[in-house]
Every structure is written in C-alpha cells, then in structure tokens.
C-alpha cells in the first residue's frame, strides 16, 4: 500500500487545521491506521490511531480532547482533525498503516507502511 499524507500548514494556537491521508495499492480497510509526528530534534511519537473496523480509537495524552482521528474506507482516506492547535503541536505528521493488527486493535508502534509527511506549523 502506498500512503500519500496532505493537508498541513499555518495556523495560529487555538486555531484547527486537517491531515488526510490516502491510501492506494490496496483497501485502507485491511489496515489500521496510525498518524505520528516528529518535531524538530525529537523523535518520531504516536499521535492517534484507529482500528481496521474504525469502532476503537487511541491517542497520545497530550491530544486527547483536541484531536480526532476516523476513516472513511470508501474513500480509502484516514483523516486528522486537530483543533485547539498549540505551538507543541508543531512537527512532521505522518500516516501510517500496519497490516498484522487483528480488526480491533490499534497499535501504538511497528507500524509496516509509511507516508511522506506533511507539515504542521502553530504559531503563537
């Protein structure tokens, strides 16, 4: 499957924006799927994830309330909505898909497939 993530840019803190991310090469439906972020000079962190029937969500702590992740299979599309942005929140968010996840589950990590990225930028 290949992943094609879009949707960032600049947006003031308290303000919303919204990630998207494509899949192609195979139905998003066999995958769950994941976003994480990478800001600058850290490490790559689990951001939110949803399971492959899209009933169980899971998100990092420091955006539970503020973030939803859902899918749309018909679409082949794993969504992002992000509001009450914080300049924290600014990094690299990438799609992810992992295949081996029973339909239930949402993993947190090893994750099979990547997407390139899209920028998040909140201003102060």
């Known amino acids: 499957v290949q992943l094609q993530a879009s949707g960032g840019g600049l947006v003031q803190a308290g303000g919303s924006l919204s990630v998207s991310c494509a899949a192609s090469?195979?139905?998003?439906?066999?995958?769950?799927m994941g976003w994480f972020r990478q800001a600058p000079g850290k490490g790559r962190e689990f951001v939110a994830g949803?399971?492959?029937?899209?009933?169980?969500?899971y998100y990092t702590d420091s955006v539970k309330g503020r973030f939803t992740i859902y899918r749309d299979d018909a679409e082949n599309t794993v969504y992002l909505q992000m509001h009450s942005l914080k300049p924290e929140d600014t990094a690299i968010y990438y799609c992810?898909?992992?295949?081996?996840?029973?339909?239930?589950?949402?993993?947190?990590?090893?994750?099979?497939?990547w997407g390139q990225g899209t920028q998040v930028t909140v201003s102060s």
């Open positions: 090469g195979r139905a998003s439906s066999a995958y769950a």
């Open positions: 992810a898909a992992d295949w081996r996840a029973r339909r239930w589950e949402v993993p947190t990590s090893d994750y099979d497939y």
């Open positions: 949803i399971s492959r029937n899209g009933a169980n969500t």
